[in-house]
C-alpha cells in the first residue's frame, strides 16, 4: 500500500469514528433529557403515614429525653 492510499484510509477512518461518536453523543443527550425527574412531587404509598410515624417517634424520644433530664 502506497502512502497516499494510507493516508486516504487513515482519513476516512477519522471521518467514520469522529461521525459515529457524535451520533452517539446526540443519542445520548437526547435520552437524558427525556429521562429528567418529574419536577412535581408524588406521593408514594404510605409516605404520609410514615412521616407521622417519625413525628410520634421524635415527640416520644423528646418526651423520654424531658423525664431523664428531670
Request: proline share 3%; charged share 30%.
Amino acid at each position: 500500500m502506497n502512502k497516499s492510499a494510507f493516508l486516504l484510509v487513515l482519513v476516512l477512518g477519522l471521518l467514520v469514528l469522529t461521525e459515529t461518536t457524535i451520533a452517539a453523543t446526540r443519542r445520548r443527550t437526547h435520552i437524558s433529557r427525556a429521562r429528567k425527574p418529574n419536577p412535581r412531587r408524588r406521593w408514594v404509598l404510605g409516605q404520609q403515614k410514615q412521616s407521622e410515624f417519625e413525628e410520634d417517634v421524635k415527640t416520644l424520644l423528646n418526651h423520654d429525653l424531658e423525664i431523664s433530664e428531670e
